[in-house]
């Protein structure tokens, strides 16, 4: 069964930190780039990070660079995202999406980050 479940998220006080972990399973992790996206209700599924197969090339939306590292270790499956100096507006639920071309686009449950004083 092919597989991402996300962990980490909660609640953080701006300008705090939080890191998102995704581990995969059932699939060949290695081929498949990986992407962090975030939606808040009534809003689009935005897509905030990306990272390529061996985790060379990395691209961020405008709103998060410089805040948010996306990170990858093949050995375990794993991608993460490190957030910080974390703003009101980063409030949402967190996906990571794993894709390979010609393949379906996986997704995981998500995880809800809350930032709150």
């Known amino acids: 069964q092919m597989e991402l479940v996300e962990s980490g998220g909660g609640l953080v006080q701006p300008g705090g930190s939080v890191r998102l972990s995704c581990v995969a399973s059932?699939?060949?992790?290695?081929?498949?780039?990986m992407r962090w996206y975030r939606q808040v209700p009534g809003k689009e599924r935005e897509l905030v990070a990306s990272?390529?197969?061996?985790?060379?090339?990395?691209n961020y939306a405008d709103s998060v660079k410089g805040r948010f590292t996306i990170s990858r270790d093949n050995a375990k499956n794993t991608v993460s995202l490190q957030m910080n100096n974390l703003k009101l507006e980063d409030t949402a639920v967190y996906y990571c999406?794993?894709?390979?071309?010609?393949?379906?686009?996986?997704w995981g449950q998500g995880t809800q980050v809350t930032v709150s004083s």
């Open positions: 999406s794993a894709r390979r071309p010609g393949w379906t686009d996986l």
């Open positions: 990272i390529s197969t061996v985790g060379t090339v990395t």
């Open positions: 059932g699939f060949s992790f290695r081929f498949y780039a």
